[in-house]
T-cell receptor
């Protein structure tokens, strides 16, 4: 079983839609959680950290469910510029990256 | 600040050749690492360094060497290139690695093809 698993997608959504991604992790002792964004043929960049109480940054909301060992990312009012691959990242002594979920926002 | 820089951006090697991928950062970060990214797989850690003079193996170290003689530079050496090393290589740095603070700053990547 992979340490961090994500649905690869692609998720094809129209502009303005709400879309959600889940990510599951296998190590219950994992300490920190993040979402990174990676544009095509570019380097990953931190989108947001995920806190136990859940957190929001504009149109993006991240949630953590430690009991079920998953984190989620919700994007509201999708923009064309949100098209990218979203990487789930989990930390326990080292960072472990998921393979990513592809999002395509269409006009 | 230039951030994290990598050279070259693209490279084609023949099987058995050796080469060094360069990585430098100007943010005075202690922690640096090398990842490879293959289709359908997450970034996998090759080697990392917690400071000048200290390196350690990651998840997939075979066929690669690193050194860290200065805080700024962290080159990755391919000893004898194999087609299985065809990948995109990212160098990353962070001020420190620990619970609650792990933003990695990535370089633009090196796309390597081994024929």
């Amino acid at each position: 079983r992979k340490e961090v698993e994500q649905d690869p997608g692609p998720f094809n959504v129209p502009e303005g839609a709400t879309v959600a991604f889940n990510c599951t992790y296998s190590n219950s002792a994992s300490q920190s959680f993040f979402w990174y964004r990676q544009d095509c043929r570019k380097e990953p960049k931190l989108l947001m950290s995920v806190y136990s109480s859940g957190n929001e940054d504009g149109r993006f909301t991240a949630q953590l469910n430690r009991a079920s060992q998953y984190i989620s990312l919700l994007i509201r009012d999708s923009k064309l510029s949100d098209s990218a691959t979203y990487l789930c990242v989990v930390f326990y002594n080292k960072l472990v990256f998921g393979a990513g979920t592809i999002l395509r926002v269409k006009s | 600040n230039a951030g994290v820089t990598q050279t070259p951006k693209f490279q084609v090697l023949k099987t058995g050749q050796s080469m060094t991928l360069q990585c430098a950062q100007d943010m005075n970060h202690e922690y640096m690492s090398w990842y490879r990214q293959d289709p359908g797989m997450g970034l996998r850690l090759i080697h990392y360094s917690v400071g000048a003079g200290i390196t350690d193996q990651g998840e997939v170290p075979n066929g690669y060497n690193v050194s860290r003689s200065t805080t700024e530079d962290f080159p990755l050496r391919l000893l004898s290139a194999a087609p299985s090393q065809t990948s995109v290589y990212f160098c990353a740095s962070t001020p420190r690695l620990g619970s609650g603070y792990n933003e990695q700053f990535f370089g633009p990547g090196t796309r390597l093809t081994v024929l």
